[in-house]
């Protein structure tokens, strides 16, 4: 993949980026206005300094920049003000340059000897003259035009020019200027000069300090994104981002290493100058640290440093003030996380196994006196006698480790130390005596754990290997074990979405005999029962779930009869027995009692039951329950993120559609494995699609498809994904193939399921209507009554109210307009608790059959109504509808406005916009309204640009001044415009 060599695109640094603007909005207005600008080496300052430079110029400002020289000691004197005003002389001519500096000319002259000047001018002038001449040019040439000065590097800066910075700050007047320096914040050590101007600086009101951070990882996915011109592996990002910890230059230094380990030469050398500048007793203590973890406590640094504690403070004071290491609590780390790998890939060989084990050795020493927790070190020791080369130590302590890990639900710590024992297995003399277990047990644990941590498909590739040395070992292997084995790979397979999950559970199944009942063929008689609800055979999962609970009571199995309840419930409400599929969920929860992963379970299928019967405020009300239990036993990334899919239904259902989307990209975050990031996609693309980005919600959908393509994951998630497919190509205008998905998944599901058909019924009959009003060819008295036939056995099933009128005024459109039927359906969905999206739609369309029918009118009021619900909703997708009817119907529709106010005359603001715009008012940054509305700072600027938009007005106080004169920060209820 080739790559730039710079992100084309600057990432982030909205929020710095708008503090310049406003900066150089006051400097325009007479108030000159001095703004520092810190930030560590590589963070970039510069990138942010040059973009804002190129805007300013593009609006009218003139911009000149002077660089400060690290020349060591003081440096050379005025060199950054040389800099800039030779710019400034080729932008101006000498001739004008001299006639702008008036009397200051000679004191001019003095900095810049080329320009020319009368042989009887003295060559050298005071100190107070240049400050006076320089200040006074700046001055005269912003007259003409605002002037920006960009002075770069001040911590490299000489002494006179600091002391000008500090004069022209002051002396500047009502010049329009604004002065820009910026500065390494990682070079100012306690005794840095620099560090008394900034000081002195801080205490004159118009002097602003912008501090830049560190990109976050979404960032770091941004810059990694313009580099390469496609999206990065989700794995690459997090890679990039933890060992760059932001830091833009290291971003752009790592982006094309493959294997994730190796440094550029350039970048180590690059890391390891301040470090080759410390004493050799201060060097050997950063070696000492880099072989610590990332943070090292100060009790274990002085045990391992075994060196007096004046020696130990003199050498990490020294390290401290180099800005190689930094204090962190009762402890230190480096400054940065990539200091710290140079310097360990710089240890040689023997010297990197000594420094490892004496961490071992004193750790393990540390845990004897009972001084440290035991987990933590446990870990620790493990991870060090390895890298010491102590495999038998290693061995023990990772098996320990891990258990401690899996005792406390971090799955994913379990995980890496149950990978180092497999790693060192061949290794050990006697490995399955000393663990108590064999290899295969230790594959199938180590399965368990990656499972539980979200790494499925190296869970498979686990189970696949523990399989294959069990049935190696042919009749002296208790077929129980295979099959406990078997029913987990079916586990797996359906977690996947891969075909086979059931065959290979009904394999299991047959490994264990009916008689005598024993927990283990409760347990994958349980597992099977599940599976045949995945493939969506509800009445052969209720037959066989009964059984399942029965046995398992029997058998004293409590887990498995609980899991039976859980999976019996959903199928037993999609069969139609609602009541009786409910009293089974609450079943479950009372055997789950207060076992927080069973409730995970218990929380899944109830609201994703409660949902599809469309009780959407409880269903999210239980759903977010199940998120808070989910990241409490260390399953956020994996049934954490199927309940985020959970709860961002109903919320979607309940108009809640910007809480719905925060959700859906918290979930998509913690990258998902499987099926759930499937679900989480087909929800944006569904909401991409109302929200009126046809686009965007097509490109979702496609991605869905291609992630679905060569699996199985059955008809819960692959009629979702069909309707979203279907409603994308019905949003850009093709109902005949919206009508071909439909007909096709369908057709191919087992039986019917209400809740995951019902919806997608609803855009069958829009697909249906459309194709007839397009002429398409087709047999659409046909194809009608299939479409009644799915409906007619839901009846009044869950939302059936709200969704069977709507493909009955479908269906009565085909013969024309039809207000009556879309009155109806327009009474229901208002009845009704959700989905909110069908009150505009319905709307819309009832006024579309009365213009159809000239009754203009008559389309008024359910148009305006119609128009209020989208904007409300930000239904961008029905509001265009709404907007092109009343146009091409030349209705002349006036907004509807609440207790009669006139209309304000801009476009409609959206619940989201309506909170960002709150939060200008009071006088919040980008990036507090994105930490105080969980969203990006750049989504945040995004709200910001559209709301000033909107609006009509050109900065954040006038769009507060705006929204308190027209009371939009007073009235939550939108104002909606044609």
Same mark, same amino acid.
């Given at each position: 993949?080739?790559?730039?060599?710079?992100?084309?695109?600057?990432?982030?640094?909205?929020?710095?980026?708008?503090?310049?603007?406003?900066?150089?909005?006051?400097?325009?207005?007479?108030?000159?206005?001095?703004?520092?600008?810190?930030?560590?080496?590589?963070?970039?300052?510069?990138?942010?300094? *040059?973009?804002?430079?190129?805007?300013?110029?593009?609006?009218?400002?003139?911009?000149?920049?002077?660089?400060? =020289?690290?020349?060591?000691?003081?440096?050379?004197?005025?060199?950054?003000?040389?800099?800039?005003?030779? +710019?400034?002389?080729?932008?101006?001519?000498?001739?004008?340059?001299?006639?702008?500096?008036?009397?200051?000319?000679?004191?001019?002259?003095?900095?810049?000897?080329?320009?020319?000047?009368?042989?009887?001018?003295?060559?050298? *002038?005071?100190?107070?003259?240049?400050?006076?001449? =320089? *200040?006074?040019?700046?001055?005269?040439?912003?007259?003409?035009?605002?002037?920006?000065?960009?002075?770069?590097?001040?911590?490299?800066?000489?002494?006179?020019?600091?002391?000008?910075?500090?004069?022209?700050?002051?002396?500047?007047?009502?010049?329009?200027?604004?002065?820009?320096?910026?500065?390494?914040?990682?070079?100012?050590?306690?005794?840095?000069?620099?560090?008394?101007?900034?000081?002195?600086?801080?205490?004159?009101?118009?002097?602003?300090?912008?501090?830049?951070?560190?990109?976050?990882?979404?960032?770091?996915?941004?810059?990694?994104?313009?580099?390469?011109?496609?999206?990065?592996?989700?794995?690459?990002?997090?890679?990039?981002?933890?060992?760059?910890?932001?830091?833009?230059?290291?971003?752009?230094?790592?982006?094309?290493?493959?294997?994730?380990?190796?440094?550029?030469?350039?970048?180590?050398?690059?890391?390891?100058?301040?470090?080759?500048?410390?004493?050799?007793?201060?060097?050997?203590?950063?070696?000492?640290?880099?072989?610590?973890?990332?943070?090292?406590?100060?009790?274990?640094?002085?045990?391992?440093?075994?060196?007096?504690?004046?020696?130990?403070?003199?050498?990490?004071?020294?390290?401290?003030?180099?800005?190689?290491?930094?204090?962190?609590?009762?402890?230190?780390?480096?400054?940065?996380?990539?200091?710290?790998?140079?310097?360990?890939?710089?240890?040689?060989?023997?010297?990197?196994?000594?420094?490892?084990?004496?961490?071992?050795?004193?750790?393990?020493?540390?845990?004897?006196?009972?001084?440290?927790?035991?987990?933590?070190?446990?870990? +620790?020791?493990?991870?060090?006698?390895?890298?010491?080369?102590?495999?038998?130590?290693?061995?023990?302590?990772?098996?320990?480790?891990?258990?401690?890990?899996?005792?406390?639900?971090?799955?994913?710590?379990?995980?890496?130390?149950?990978?180092? #024992?497999?790693?060192?297995?061949?290794?050990?003399?006697?490995?399955?005596?000393?663990?108590?277990?064999?290899?295969? +047990?230790?594959?199938?644990?180590?399965?368990?754990?990656?499972?539980?941590?979200?790494?499925?498909?190296?869970?498979?590739?686990?189970?696949?290997?523990?399989?294959?040395?069990?049935?190696?070992?042919?009749?002296?292997?208790?077929?129980?074990?295979?099959?406990?084995?078997?029913?987990?790979?079916?586990?797996?397979?359906?977690?996947?979405?891969?075909?086979?999950?059931?065959?290979?559970?009904?394999?299991?199944?047959?490994?264990?005999?009916?008689?005598?009942?024993?927990?283990?063929?409760?347990?994958?008689?349980?597992?099977?029962?599940?599976?045949?609800?995945?493939?969506?055979?509800?009445?052969?999962?209720?037959?066989?779930?009964?059984?399942?609970?029965?046995?398992?009571?029997?058998?004293?199995?409590?887990?498995?009869?609980?899991?039976?309840?859980?999976?019996?419930?959903?199928?037993?409400?999609?069969?139609?027995?609602?009541?009786?599929?409910?009293?089974?969920?609450?079943?479950?929860?009372?055997?789950?009692?207060?076992?927080?992963?069973?409730?995970?379970?218990?929380?899944?299928?109830?609201?994703?039951?409660?949902?599809?019967?469309?009780?959407?405020?409880?269903?999210?009300?239980?759903?977010?329950?199940?998120?808070?239990?989910?990241?409490?036993?260390?399953? #956020?990334?994996?049934?954490?993120?199927?309940?985020?899919?959970?709860?961002?239904?109903?919320?979607?259902?309940?108009?809640?559609?910007?809480?719905?989307?925060?959700?859906?990209?918290?979930?998509?975050?913690?990258?998902?494995?499987?099926?759930?990031?499937?679900?989480?996609?087909?929800?944006?693309?569904?909401?991409?699609?109302?929200?009126?980005?046809?686009?965007?919600?097509?490109?979702?959908?496609?991605?869905?498809?291609?992630?679905?393509?060569?699996?199985?994951?059955?008809?819960?998630?692959?009629?979702? &994904?069909?309707?979203?497919?279907?409603?994308?190509?019905?949003?850009?205008?093709?109902?005949?193939?919206?009508?071909?998905?439909?007909?096709?998944?369908?057709?191919?599901?087992?039986?019917?399921?209400?809740?995951?058909?019902?919806?997608?019924?609803?855009?069958?009959?829009?697909?249906?209507?459309?194709?007839?009003?397009?002429?398409?060819?087709?047999? =659409?008295?046909?194809?009608?009554?299939?479409?009644?036939?799915?409906?007619?056995?839901?009846?009044?099933?869950?939302?059936?109210?709200?969704?069977?009128?709507?493909?009955?005024?479908?269906?009565?459109?085909?013969?024309?307009?039809?207000?009556?039927?879309?009155?109806?359906?327009?009474?229901?969905?208002?009845?009704?608790?959700?989905? &909110?999206?069908?009150?505009?739609?319905?709307?819309?369309?009832?006024?579309?059959?009365?213009?159809?029918?000239?009754?203009?009118?008559?389309?008024?009021?359910?148009?305006?109504?119609?128009?209020?619900?989208?904007?409300?909703?930000?239904?961008?997708?029905?509001?265009?509808?709404?907007?092109?009817?009343?146009?091409?119907?030349?209705?002349?529709?006036?907004?509807?406005?609440?207790?009669?106010?006139?209309?304000?005359?801009?476009?409609?603001?959206?619940?989201?916009?309506?909170?960002?715009?709150?939060?200008?008012?009071?006088?919040?940054?980008?990036?507090?309204?994105?930490?105080?509305?969980?969203?990006?700072?750049?989504?945040?600027?995004?709200?910001?640009?559209?709301?000033?938009?909107?609006?009509?007005?050109?900065?954040?106080?006038?769009?507060?001044?705006?929204?308190?004169?027209?009371?939009?920060?007073?009235?939550? #209820?939108?104002?909606?415009?044609?």
């Amino acid at each position: 993949m080739a790559l730039a060599a710079t992100s084309p695109a600057m990432v982030g640094r909205s929020d710095q980026l708008d503090g310049l603007r406003s900066a150089l909005a006051s400097a325009t207005g007479g108030v000159p206005v001095t703004v520092v600008l810190g930030g560590e080496a590589g963070v970039g300052k510069t990138r942010l300094v *040059t973009e804002f430079a190129a805007e300013a110029e593009r609006g009218g400002a003139r911009v000149i920049v002077g660089q400060c =020289v690290n020349l060591g000691g003081d440096g050379l004197a005025y060199a950054p003000i040389t800099g800039a005003l030779r +710019e400034l002389a080729g932008q101006l001519g000498a001739d004008a340059l001299l006639a702008a500096a008036g009397p200051g000319r000679a004191a001019l002259t003095s900095l810049l000897p080329d320009l020319p000047h009368d042989g009887d001018q003295p060559a050298g *002038t005071s100190q107070g003259r240049v400050f006076e001449a =320089v *200040t006074g040019l700046l001055e005269h040439v912003a007259a003409d035009r605002p002037l920006v000065l960009v002075l770069e590097d001040l911590h490299w800066a000489d002494r006179a020019t600091r002391q000008l910075l500090g004069f022209a700050v002051r002396a500047l007047g009502s010049a329009r200027v604004l002065i820009v320096g910026t500065y390494r914040s990682d070079e100012l050590s306690r005794d840095h000069p620099l560090r008394q101007l900034l000081a002195e600086l801080e205490r004159v009101r118009t002097v602003h300090r912008i501090d830049l951070p560190r990109l976050t990882e979404h960032e770091v996915a941004e810059q990694l994104t313009g580099l390469a011109g496609a999206p990065p592996p989700v794995d690459a990002v997090r890679r990039i981002h933890a060992r760059s910890e932001g830091v833009p230059f290291f971003v752009e230094q790592l982006s094309d290493l493959d294997d994730g380990t190796s440094l550029p030469e350039s970048l180590r050398d690059l890391l390891l100058v301040r470090v080759e500048q410390l004493s050799d007793e201060s060097q050997r203590l950063v070696r000492l640290l880099a072989v610590g973890n990332d943070r090292v406590g100060h009790d274990l640094l002085a045990a391992v440093a075994a060196v007096d504690a004046d020696a130990l403070d003199r050498t990490l004071r020294e390290a401290v003030s180099a800005n190689v290491l930094r204090v962190d609590g009762d402890g230190y780390a480096f400054r940065h996380a990539l200091v710290r790998e140079a310097v360990h890939a710089d240890l040689l060989p023997g010297e990197h196994a000594r420094l490892h084990a004496l961490y071992a050795a004193t750790l393990e020493r540390q845990l004897e006196s009972g001084a440290v927790p035991r987990r933590a070190v446990t870990a +620790e020791a493990a991870h060090h006698w390895f890298c010491a080369h102590e495999h038998e130590k290693s061995f023990a302590a990772s098996l320990q480790a891990a258990a401690e890990a899996r005792s406390l639900s971090a799955y994913g710590e379990a995980q890496r130390n149950f990978e180092r #024992a497999l790693e060192l297995w061949d290794q050990i003399p006697e490995a399955a005596a000393k663990a108590g277990f064999d290899h295969a +047990e230790l594959l199938a644990r180590t399965a368990a754990a990656a499972n539980n941590a979200g790494e499925l498909d190296r869970a498979l590739a686990l189970v696949d290997a523990a399989l294959a040395e069990v049935r190696a070992a042919a009749d002296a292997v208790d077929p129980g074990r295979i099959a406990r084995l078997l029913g987990f790979r079916g586990s797996l397979l359906s977690e996947l979405g891969r075909p086979g999950a059931t065959a290979e559970v009904e394999r299991a199944l047959a490994l264990i005999p009916a008689d005598p009942p024993t927990p283990r063929r409760a347990r994958l008689l349980q597992k099977y029962v599940s599976r045949l609800m995945m493939d969506g055979r509800q009445a052969n999962a209720v037959a066989l779930g009964r059984e399942a609970a029965a046995l398992a009571h029997q058998t004293g199995e409590a887990e498995s009869e609980f899991r039976a309840y859980v999976v019996l419930g959903p199928c037993l409400v999609h069969s139609g027995h609602v009541d009786e599929g409910m009293e089974a969920l609450e079943t479950a929860q009372r055997l789950a009692g207060e076992r927080p992963e069973w409730l995970v379970s218990y929380h899944i299928n109830m609201s994703d039951s409660l949902h599809l019967l469309g009780r959407y405020g409880e269903a999210e009300e239980v759903a977010e329950q199940g998120i808070d239990r989910a990241g409490a036993v260390g399953l #956020a990334r994996t049934l954490g993120t199927m309940l985020a899919g959970n709860a961002a239904e109903p919320l979607l259902a309940l108009g809640r559609w910007d809480e719905a989307d925060k959700v859906i990209v918290r979930a998509l975050e913690l990258d998902p494995p499987g099926r759930h990031v499937w679900h989480l996609s087909v929800l944006r693309s569904w909401l991409a699609l109302w929200r009126g980005d046809a686009e965007a919600a097509s490109r979702f959908a496609a991605l869905v498809h291609d992630r679905l393509a060569g699996h199985d994951p059955g008809p819960q998630y692959v009629l979702p &994904a069909t309707r979203a497919a279907a409603e994308a190509a019905l949003g850009r205008g093709e109902p005949d193939l919206a009508w071909q998905l439909i007909r096709a998944a369908v057709d191919a599901s087992p039986g019917q399921q209400y809740g995951y058909e019902l919806p997608l019924l609803g855009a069958a009959g829009w697909a249906l209507e459309a194709r007839a009003r397009a002429d398409v060819e087709a047999d =659409v008295e046909a194809d009608a009554d299939w479409l009644r036939g799915r409906l007619e056995p839901i009846g009044d099933w869950g939302p059936a109210p709200a969704w069977t009128p709507m493909v009955r005024a479908h269906l009565s459109s085909l013969d024309g307009p039809a207000p009556d039927a879309w009155r109806a359906a327009l009474d229901a969905v208002e009845a009704a608790e959700g989905p &909110a999206h069908l009150r505009p739609f319905a709307g819309y369309r009832l006024g579309e059959a009365y213009v159809l029918l000239g009754d203009r009118t008559a389309a008024a009021e359910p148009l305006r109504r119609a128009a209020d619900e989208a904007d409300r909703l930000g239904a961008g997708l029905i509001r265009r509808w709404i907007d092109d009817l009343v146009r091409r119907a030349r209705l002349g529709l006036a907004p509807s406005t609440p207790d009669g106010q006139a209309a304000a005359s801009f476009p409609a603001l959206t619940d989201r916009e309506r909170e960002v715009l709150r939060l200008v008012a009071a006088g919040r940054s980008n990036r507090q309204i994105g930490e105080e509305l969980f969203i990006s700072t750049k989504t945040a600027s995004v709200h910001v640009s559209n709301i000033l938009a909107k609006l009509s007005v050109s900065g954040r106080g006038e769009a507060a001044a705006r929204a308190h004169r027209e009371g939009l920060l007073d009235d939550p #209820a939108a104002r909606s415009v044609s």
